[in-house]
């Protein structure tokens, strides 16, 4: 039986995460006792969200005045965070606090108090007007040199950052994720709203944060096709009971189990994103395979040379009866190949062995076409 790191490779703040099912926050809702009724089924947790200066308490409190919606109430922020995080070191869920803040000085002040004992989400996700008049929630989007200057505060506290957003805000989503990844960001926690696949993919190809997406993910059919454009992780807020997450839980571990690599991409010439070139050929006829490569700066050269000595000494360096004489150059195990599995089953190499292998072979690739981050052009 695999442990949860072999099975999914996934540690976030230093803790091995158990399962890439995550609950999202939802203000006045999420906080560590809804975290621990379903702590056996997912692997990480967003609590809150949490305002944490004047400026955006006083919008919670307008909000919840409302009616409509419900806030987290209270004086001061930092004794009722540090309940809710102490309540969260009894489980072994990777535990995240998203907060709404409307200055760097705010979130840099939480994070003097608690350390790395959490990740720290910034909340560029709230719509709700009065947050956003606050300067904080989507009011970030529009201001993206704002949420840099968040990042980069946080960051300068040695914590995990992770960047709660909606697609479809900022004037250019692409542009926004690599500022965040010049800026120190570890992980976005995509709201996908109505774009789904198209807007995952080319946030995939536009940096190496580990990807969290959100929105309306019930079913293991759609959960699948996040994990196969790019999600590292989903995650739930409203139908986040504990059988939908159950059921998704037990899906992904044995598909893990049975495949080897939980998230492996479509292939490129269907729909895959850049993780797939992995399972590329060489570079011999007109497919997306060559525009692919161009856009990444990468010549047919240089590409085939990564890919031959990246697998060196490894089982996909050998298959001379394959169509490209190595193993380096095959398909996902979805595609029916008879060369590629008379290949592996004389070497003696099982499926989930093959793309465990193939893994390993996408994450050095991506080392290379991810080697520089981008400059800033937020400050």
Known sequence: MMDAFERFGLIINDHVVRTPVAISSMAGIVDAGYVLDRKAHIGVAFI???????????????????????????????????????????????AGINLRGSSPAAFAAIADVFGDAVIYEIDAHCRQAP?????????????????????????????????????????????????LWG????????????????????????????????????????????????????????????HTLAGLD???????????????????CRGGDLRALTFCCMPVKECPLIPALSR???????????KLDSVKGTPLEGGPHT???????????????????????????????????KRELSDTLMSRVFHDVPPDECS
């Open 48 to 94: 809150g969200g949490y305002a944490i200066d004047a400026p955006t308490m006083d919008a919670a409190r307008l909000i919840a005045a409302g009616g409509e919606r419900r806030e987290f109430l209270y004086d001061d922020p930092v004794p009722a965070l540090r309940a809710e995080i102490d309540r969260l070191k009894t489980c072994d869920v990777v």
């Open 131 to 179: 947050m956003i008049a606050a300067g904080a929630g989507e009011y970030y989007l529009k201001n993206p040199e704002a949420l840099v200057a968040v990042v980069k505060a946080l960051k300068a506290k040695e914590v995990t950052v992770s960047v709660k957003m909606r697609v479809g805000v900022t004037a250019d989503d692409r542009a926004l994720v690599r500022a």
């Open 183 to 242: 800026a120190g960001a570890d992980i976005l926690h995509v709201d996908l709203m109505d774009t789904g696949i198209p807007k995952l993919r080319q946030i995939r190809n536009s940096c190496p944060l580990l990807i969290i997406a959100n929105n309306s993910i019930t079913t293991f059919d759609k959960m699948r096709d996040m994990l196969s454009h790019g999600a590292d992780l989903i995650s739930l807020a409203r139908q986040s009971d504990e």
């Open 250 to 268: 037990a899906a992904i571990t044995r598909y893990a189990d049975e495949e080897g690599w939980y998230n492996s991409p479509k292939q490129l």
């Open 296 to 306: 990444i700066g990468l010549s047919k050269e240089e590409y085939i040379r990564l």
């Open 323 to 357: 169509c490209f004489g190595s193993l380096a150059w095959c398909c996902k195990t979805s595609s029916p190949c008879m060369f590629r599995d008379m290949t592996l089953a004389q070497d003696g190499i099982p499926k989930k062995e093959y793309m465990r292998r």
